[in-house]
């Protein structure tokens, strides 16, 4: 059987109304923007109900879509990670993910994903 890869996204501030939430990649159903500077990435429930799990990134500049989108493509299809097949897209409360490393963009300015809101099916 072949390793699942999951995906870890957790909001800025754990506790009674924040949410930290990991999907298997291959639970993706696909990405649209929701803003100038948003992205809704929707996976199937985990719960197992019949709303999708909806995880809204926000990053800086805004209009970097493609590279943001690329950033969590690279993590779901993140082969380096080969002991646990664990990838954090991104973790508000320790400030890490790979929103934090994208490259520079067309824009002439550094990506970075800054909030995560996350809505249970």
């Known amino acids: 059987m072949a390793k ?5 996204f957790c909001e800025d501030a754990l506790g009674t109304t924040a949410t930290a939430y990991v999907a298997k990649a291959s639970n993706f159903l696909g990405a649209d923007s929701s803003a100038n500077n948003k992205i809704k990435f929707s996976f199937k429930a985990a719960a197992g109900t019949l709303a999708d799990d909806l995880v809204e990134l926000t990053f800086t500049p805004a209009g970097a879509h493609e590279q943001v989108m690329k950033a969590v493509a690279g993590a779901m299809a993140n082969g380096a990670n080969v002991k646990t097949n664990f990838n954090t897209v991104y973790d508000g409360v320790n400030s890490v993910g790979v929103g934090m490393a994208c490259p520079n963009t067309r824009l002439s300015a550094a990506v ?4 995560c ?4 099916g």
Not at 4 to 8: A, V
Not at 117 to 120: A, E, Q, R
């Open 4 to 8: 699942e890869n999951f995906l870890y």
């Open 112 to 115: 970075n994903i800054t909030v």
């Open 117 to 120: 809101d996350i809505t249970l």
